[in-house]
């Protein structure tokens, strides 16, 4: 899970709306909704957020 290839990268521009907003918003949610998530829902949670944001990370994901 903490693994090296699980880090993105964020834009400085894009920092404050998009990992200080809309993704902490999703996880905000997810953790509300899911307070005992496995491991494997938090992996599948994190492709999720790849996968809705990943266009926009540096290097895109997905």
């Known amino acids: 899970m903490h ?7 964020i834009p400085k521009d894009e920092n ?3 990992h200080l907003s ?9 953790y509300k909704h899911n307070p005992n998530a496995s491991t494997e829902n938090l992996l599948d949670f994190a492709t999720h ?12 994901v997905r």
């Open 3 to 9: 693994s090296y290839e699980n880090l993105r990268g």
């Open 49 to 60: 957020i790849d996968n809705k944001y990943g266009g926009r990370f540096n290097p895109p």
């Open 22 to 30: 809309e993704i902490r918003k999703e996880w905000n949610r997810f």
């Open 16 to 18: 404050a709306t998009l």
